[in-house]
């Protein structure tokens, strides 16, 4: 059968698409920038994407569709996964739609109000302490722009002189990913994986290796699972304080920067997706064991353009 992927915002992702393609899909990639990565060193067919502001986006979107026989959407970037679920035609097959859990990863406050009213998870979110240094987020931010980390004390009501900011403790211990994906029928949690994010470089892990998961951290996300019903693959953050406490900073409701190395582990995300959104088969909770201890060291690879002025 064909497997035909759109992939968009993953001009960037080479192990990620390279990962896809050798399973079997055919990808094809939707970019605003056609001179990316992907489409110079593995030959994807790119089309040039149109801004979110433009309403004609969806339009554009199915004439590829149409054009190219895709058989579904893979989003990867949050505010696509947002607009995609809340205004795409309800007939695309997109990975993961599911309008709460996409609201949860673009909008920043929208997670931490959940934390705010459900006195089972509260103690998990980094609420920001009086007088402790503290860090402010974009509401709607991705990529860790805008993240600013405060030295200074932290006042009580400095985020309420704004709806467009988020504050949270000021987190200083290990920083955990758990890739994991949940099935589009049921929400069953099929598979995850954790690993440790040794080393960054802005919002990219360069140094990651697999671990074994908290089980705080998997109450917290069986716990969202239950009042949210989430779908496909998503990526929860989380980092220790100094007394060892597991805080949640983010979700993210797509594949995550670094899932590929959960992926190397035994979380068959291609296989997943084949099997529950191309040939519609439903999954049960896989009892295949992650491998603990693989790590992660990237390196860069340059793609270069000619006549780019």
């Given at each position: 059968m064909n497997r035909n992927l759109l992939i968009l915002g993953g001009g960037r992702r080479l192990e990620l698409c390279r990962r896809f393609r050798d399973y079997g899909y055919n990808?094809?990639?939707y970019e605003k920038d056609k001179q990316?990565?992907?489409?110079k060193l593995l030959n994807i067919p790119t089309f040039e994407g149109k801004s979110w502001n433009d309403i004609s986006i969806y339009h554009d979107l199915q004439k590829v569709i149409d054009q190219n026989n895709i058989?579904?959407?893979l989003p990867l970037d949050c505010e696509a996964v947002f607009r995609l679920a809340i205004n795409a035609p309800n007939h695309w097959n997109i990975i993961g739609r599911n309008k709460y859990q996409a609201t949860l990863g673009y909008d920043k406050k929208r997670l931490k109000d959940i934390f705010e009213f459900d006195a089972f998870v509260y103690?998990?979110?980094?609420w920001p302490k009086s007088h402790a240094k503290y860090i402010r987020k974009p509401r709607f931010g991705s990529g860790s722009i805008g993240i600013e980390k405060l030295e200074n004390y932290y006042e009580p009501d400095c985020e309420n002189r704004s709806d467009t900011l988020v504050t949270q403790k000021f987190l200083t211990g290990k920083e955990i990913s758990i890739d994991c994906y949940f099935s589009k029928f049921n929400s069953y949690l099929i598979n995850y994986c954790a690993r440790e994010r040794t080393r960054v470089c802005g919002p990219e892990v360069i140094d990651s290796i697999t671990v074994e998961p908290d089980s705080r951290?998997?109450?917290v996300i069986n716990s969202l699972n239950f009042e949210s019903n989430f779908k496909g693959p998503i990526n929860f953050q989380f980092m220790y304080d100094e007394n060892n406490n597991p805080f949640i900073t983010e979700i993210?409701?797509?594949i995550g920067g670094g899932t590929v190395l959960s992926i190397e582990a035994g979380l068959d995300l291609p296989r997943y997706i084949d099997d529950e959104y191309f040939r519609n088969i439903s999954l049960t909770p896989s009892r295949e064991k992650r491998k603990i201890g693989v790590r992660m060291i990237r390196a860069l690879e340059g793609a270069y353009f000619e006549n780019s002025i």
């Open positions: 990808l094809f990639l990316n990565p992907a489409s058989n579904a959407i103690g998990y979110y980094p951290m998997m109450l993210n409701s797509r």
